[in-house]
């Protein structure tokens, strides 16, 4: 099955500054990719997704680039605010079979004001 | 509905009983997924159906988990003589099949005593 590793596993950045989060991924044949932000005792909330089909996306102060021949995917998150402070959840899953999403283990994401 | 609905919000029950979680997917919604989510960790998949069939039941952990969704909507997952390691939150997940996000509910927290 497939295996998705994520780095780091905790980030804390000063208000303003950027923030990445990297994941890997095992199954070439893997073609989705979403990110999904988790607050404290919340549900997982998708903020960006992105198909193999496309290297980069991009979403206000928010991004996620792909690279299928390294099998690696990051999210980019730039003029950091305190209410960005949370835990972000890679995930990968295989939309033509299957239909299962496997996640990273989370990167708990401190911006201190 | 408006969004993926789960019951209870909270069980607490002791060791060796018998547990009932309910999910209500997004109105719909043919793929309905159970993971579980333990403290610092990513959701771990169990189940996941589409339509009324079991379509990938390998991340059930052991044959004291079961799940069944006999009308393609609600589901339930039953656990049976519980164990404190069951101890975790456990999240529903429903979309429109193959190549689409996943929305997730709000999760059950059980707690085996």
């Known amino acids: 099955g497939e295996n998705v590793e994520q780095h780091p596993s905790t980030l804390s950045v000063q208000e303003g500054d950027s923030a990445v989060i990297k994941c890997t991924y095992s199954?070439?044949?893997?073609?989705?990719f979403p990110w999904y932000k988790q607050e404290l005792g919340k549900r997982p909330q998708l903020i960006i997704d992105?198909?193999?089909?496309?290297g980069e996306k991009k979403d206000q102060r928010i991004a996620v680039t792909l690279n299928k021949t390294a099998k690696h995917f990051s999210l980019h998150i730039t003029e950091t605010q305190p209410e960005d402070s949370a835990v972000y959840f890679c995930?990968?899953?295989?939309?033509?079979?299957?239909?299962?999403?496997?996640f990273g283990t989370g990167t708990s994401l401190t911006v201190i004001p | 509905g408006a969004g993926v609905s789960q019951t209870p919000s909270n069980k607490v029950t002791e060791k060796g009983k018998y547990v009932e979680l309910r999910c209500d997917p997004i109105?719909?919604?043919?793929?309905l997924y159970w993971y579980r989510q333990s403290l610092g960790q990513g959701p771990e998949f169990l189940i996941y159906?589409?339509?009324?069939?079991?379509?990938?039941d390998s991340g059930l952990p052991n044959d004291r988990f079961f799940a069944v969704r006999p009308e393609g909507s609600v589901s339930t997952l039953k656990i049976q003589r519980t164990e404190r390691g069951d101890s975790a939150v456990y999240l529903c997940?429903?979309?429109?099949?193959?190549?689409?996000?996943?929305?997730f509910g709000e999760g059950s927290w059980l707690t085996v005593v």
């Open positions: 995930a990968a899953s295989r939309s033509n079979t299957g239909n299962q999403f496997y």
């Open positions: 199954d070439s044949a893997s073609n989705y």
């Open positions: 992105i198909r193999s089909n496309v």
């Open positions: 109105s719909g919604h043919t793929a």
């Open positions: 159906f589409q339509g009324t069939g079991a379509a990938d």
């Open positions: 997940a429903s979309n429109m099949g193959p190549g689409n996000t996943i929305y």
